[in-house]
């Protein structure tokens, strides 16, 4: 992963007002160095429309030291990220939009009581599929 494209990189650069510009040269650094991502990666965050400083905001909410300290031992940030805002998706909306959430801890219980570590798993109301990428 090149230097600019580096999330330490990135979050340093949260609360420049350049911070657009900075993701947008990330992703093309990315696509330069690996070309089955050429002309895919989106390398719009520099645009004059997009609120610089809410983008910075959301750079260090996923930069928060609860995100990071949550699971030390895995790489899947991203995966962290989406179960953190599916969470607060659910905790914002009540049973209208969260009434299929299950919260991890729960999701966590379940997969260690079935100890699914062999075999295959049949769930059709997979729903964020959460429960396929615990363990």
């Given amino acids: 992963m090149p230097k600019l494209a580096r999330w330490g990189h990135i979050h340093a650069h ?3 007002p350049t911070i657009g510009q900075t993701i947008d ?14 002309n895919v990666l989106p390398q719009v965050y520099g645009k004059a429309n997009l609120d610089k400083a809410a983008l910075g905001q959301l750079i260090d909410l996923i930069s928060n030291t609860e995100l990071q300290a949550e699971n030390e031992n895995s790489k899947d940030l991203f995966g ?8 607060e998706f ?16 729960i999701v966590k219980l379940m ?3 079935i100890e699914p570590y062999q075999g295959r798993v049949y ?10 990428v615990m363990f």
Avoid: H, W
């Fill in 14 to 16: 949260a609360k420049l």
């Fill in 25 to 38: 040269e990330a992703m093309e650094a990315i696509e330069k160095e690996n070309n089955e991502l050429k």
């Fill in 80 to 87: 962290r990220v989406y179960e953190y805002f599916l969470g």
């Fill in 90 to 105: 659910a905790n914002a909306e009540g049973k209208k939009g969260g009434q299929f959430y299950t919260p991890k801890a």
């Fill in 111 to 113: 997969v260690e009581m």
């Fill in 123 to 132: 769930d059709p109301a997979c729903g964020s599929g959460g429960m396929f």
